[in-house]
């Protein structure tokens, strides 16, 4: 027989009735009077057909959750190179889900196999429609979902078909949950409806195992090491000329303004320094947002991820400038979004040949990780929004082996290292690019740079404890003398996105601090030049001193205030099909911070953004 694409054997559901049918046949049984008035014992043996159904449901359960969840995410194309990037691989995480599946199936079984009447039947029958519904939500209801990149989708609305959802959802729960329990002349009713949980339990439990095994067989292979960038010289300062830029993920202007509105002072030590308030970003996300920051390539999304940081890397001669001007370069930054192998990104002194094996060192957290993704993946839409779930779960769980660090974007962590640490001075001349967690949510990170758990935390606080760090490596530069001849960029890899889904609605402005080489002791101020990041690399080319081998471009001290300039602004946007994700053109013509200059100048499809 062969039903939804799942052969079932011939007989089978015969035999399953005939089991049910001595479960209900030994539950209405009643110990007979034994002569002289006494009664006989209960029987007090578990028939072999109880056993049988609890170890299904058990099994079906812990196979459902523990393993097809997490291993299905894990081995498809669109997230196999995340994993692998944050050393995970299949021999690792493997032996993880199953041992951890094996135990929760013996403790669940046991738990079954000793209820008895309604309880079992209870159990039985929740496990069902948990595992109904969960197949339902991820083959008709998930698409929505765009996968788990960056916030996945906490905070965000639940979309229109959420309630139906919900409504299908408790549906199904009366039926499944409802029918096996009816009494009185739908006696018959609940002997069938036991007969058909039972069959559910096989069913799905069959179409998982087939997807899984799709999954698994179409799955990329596992890709040679490659290098990363490590935390190595992470705060190493010339005592000559020094290059710094922190970016400070989603550090949006209105980020600026509700920090200013806190404390009006926030910046009035921050000498030398000018604060663009009408700056465009060229990207709404991280990827490939701070590669085209580094190179000044942009992405047309017609090749995968890899493929585009090789060309960008490839083709762009900024870095390569800047070593051959005498500059070290420490770049410090993700590895999935923004560069696959770091010896592609030019002479990186902090990029790190990596080991040939990795190590699982936090086994325990990766599976809470992939626990929350299962949760996350077969729970109804109306969870969804509710739960921060994101590839971000995921990273930090794994090393290379080798005696290097690889950076992970960790604010807590890096201030830490900073306290503990401090600068380290060299003669040569030092470009530091340093990726920050910033003012990207989960909110974790309290006024002083310490990590009070996702959640505890509010945007400014954690702006404000992102700043107390940078505050403190300027007054290293101050101390050691050095703060004059350094320019610093302080600036988002692109502004809050609002919304993944729907077009811009308002001014995306992204903030920027610069202060560059020769500016002390002047007051902070602000300017209202168009600026865009087309003008941060043409800014360290002329800060720097080296000699370009192409034309870069205008830094942002050459932009006139009144200047009118025409703007780009490229809006990733994610739509129900994958396969039509957009970016959609902006041109800006005038202040960016006037919305009626922002129009659509063409929409490009793409197919899926992550590809």
Known sequence: MIIWGVCIPEGLIDRLYKKVS?????????TAPKKGGNEAKKKSSISKSHIIISVLASFAFSFSFFIVGPLSFFFSEANRGYFEDNNIYAASIVP???IAAAIFFVILAAILILATGKIHTVLVSVITWLLVCGYVQTLFFNGWTNGLIGDGNAGNEMPAFGIPNLLLWIALGVLIIGAPLAKG?????????????????VLVFAMQGAGLLEVVLNAPEEKETAAFLSTENMFDVSTNDNVVVFVVDRFDQLYYDAVVAND?????DFDGFTAYTDNIALYARTYPAVTSMLTGMENDFSTTRTEYFDRAYGNSTFINDMVSGGYDVNIYSSNWSVYDDANKMGDIANAIDAGDSATLNNPMGLLSAMISYSVYNFGPDIVKPLMGVSTRIFAGYASQDTDYEMYAIDDAKVFARFEREGVQQKN??????LHLRGCHSPYNVDENGYNVGDGNSTLVKQTTGVFKFVREYIAELKAMGVYENATIIITGDHANPVSDHDDVAAP???ALLVKEKGQYGTEFKESSAPVSQENLIPTIIKAS??????????????????????RKYLFEKSVDSKEKDQIVEYEITGPAKEYANWKIKERHEIGYIYK
């Open 185 to 201: 002349k739908l006696k018959k009713v609940a002997g069938i409806a036991k007969m058909v949980v039972v069959y559910l339990l």
């Open 508 to 510: 995306r402005l992204t």
């Open 96 to 98: 993880l889900m199953v």
């Open 22 to 30: 001595v479960i209900m046949a030994n539950k209405k049984a009643k």
């Open 428 to 433: 040569k001349d030092n470009f530091t690019f």
């Open 545 to 566: 001193g080296v000699k370009p081998s192409v034309e870069y471009g205008r830094a942002y001290s050459e932009i006139g205030e009144d200047e009118i300039l025409t």
């Open 264 to 268: 009006p002072n926030f910046f009035a």
